[in-house]
């Protein structure tokens, strides 16, 4: 099994934005295209990392700026059938090395509280809980890692 990861920027051309919402829709089902190119086209520095296991695409992140030096990990995630073979590690590896040769110094993320596989995935990548807020009612916390150079 080999995983590989690739970037892409935006403007994207039609076959990758297919490929991005093809697999955005695998992963989060209620996720609809007005809400990802929303942000694909207004959002700053905004990058997408996708994930193909045997050059199958199982998995992806997506961040952007939220400040000159605070990058935010937006959205990202591995379709169920290829969960805990790695892919969401090496997804995360790729946008640390990213933001490692980036102007950003800090990377933040909101999780839902009761999302126990991505806050250990975040932990087991360098991120401290920062703090909580309530998204839609529910408690997320705010978690963020400096970037190491
Ligand atoms: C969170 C998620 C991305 C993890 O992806 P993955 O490819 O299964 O993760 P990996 O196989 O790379 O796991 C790496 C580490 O993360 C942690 N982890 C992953 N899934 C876990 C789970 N279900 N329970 C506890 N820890 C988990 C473990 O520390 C794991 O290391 P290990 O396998 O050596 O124990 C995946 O479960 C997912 O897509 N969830 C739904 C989408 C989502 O919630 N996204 C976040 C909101 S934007």
């Not at 099994?1 to 991005?20: K, N, S, Y």
């Not at 989060?28 to 700053?44: A, G, K």
């Not at 073979?85 to 933001?99: C, E, I, R, T």
Request: glycine fraction near 10%; aromatic fraction near 10%; charged fraction near 20%.
């Amino acid at each position: 099994m080999t995983i590989g990861v690739r970037l892409l920027r935006c403007p994207m051309d039609a076959a990758d934005d297919g490929v991005f919402c093809e697999l955005a829709g695998r992963v989060f089902e209620e996720s609809s295209q007005d809400y990802l190119h929303w942000r694909l086209d207004n959002m700053p520095d905004v990058t997408v990392f996708i994930a193909s296991v045997d050059g199958v695409p199982a998995g992806f992140k997506a961040g952007y700026a939220a400040t000159g030096s605070r990058y935010y990990s937006w959205l990202g995630g591995v379709d169920p059938a290829w969960r805990r073979l790695g892919v969401g590690a090496a997804l995360m590896v790729a946008q640390h090395q990213w933001l490692m040769e980036s102007r950003y110094d800090l990377v933040e993320t909101h999780v839902d509280q009761e999302n126990t596989a991505m806050i250990a995935l975040n932990m087991a990548h360098g991120f401290e809980i920062t703090g909580m807020f309530l998204k839609r009612g529910k408690p997320n916390y705010i978690m963020q890692r400096n970037v190491v150079r």
